[in-house]
């Protein structure tokens, strides 16, 4: 990865609405040559038991999808997130992959559980919805 290439970690929301549709707006991660897709087991598995739920004909493309990501272990328990960061449980290895991965960037739709991180940066990883980042890298807003 170039010095200044992304490192953009995304959350099994992301990964599961990428998969459930072939014309979600989400493709267009994987068509940007200048940000590195990360993703952990833990998030990829979510996606995963979701789609098999609500979506079983988008296992395929998940796994196409995910043949172009660079996937990353969980992080260990060194990986410290700020005590005070006020996160579900079932987030906390989110955040923490992302952060032991070294991402500049972690995009998660969950706005019920990360929604009060948005637009902030938490241990050097600034958490935005697909939209914010988006919209980012096409300059505005």
């Not at 072939?22 to 833990?42: G, I, Q, Y």
């Not at 789609?51 to 988008?58: E, T, W």
């Not at 395929?60 to 960061?85: G, M, N, R």
Request: contains cysteine.
């Amino acid at each position: 990865m170039s010095s200044g290439a992304e490192r953009v970690f995304l959350d099994a929301n992301v990964l599961f609405s990428a998969a459930y549709s072939k014309s979600s707006r989400l493709r267009e991660f994987w068509r940007s040559p200048e940000a590195e897709l990360v993703t952990s087991e833990f998030a990829l598995e979510e996606a995963r038991r979701n789609l098999l739920v609500y979506h079983p004909d988008g296992i395929p493309c998940l796994e196409e999808l995910a043949s172009q990501l660079h996937i990353v272990a969980e992080a260990s328990e060194a990986t410290q997130l700020p005590a005070a960061l006020d996160l579900a449980d079932k987030d906390r290895p989110v955040l923490a992959a992302a952060v032991a991965a070294r991402c500049t960037h972690l995009l998660t739709g969950d706005t019920r559980h990360f929604q009060a991180l948005y637009g902030r940066r938490v241990a050097g990883v600034l958490v935005l919805t697909p939209a914010q980042y988006l919209r980012r890298k096409s300059g505005l807003r």
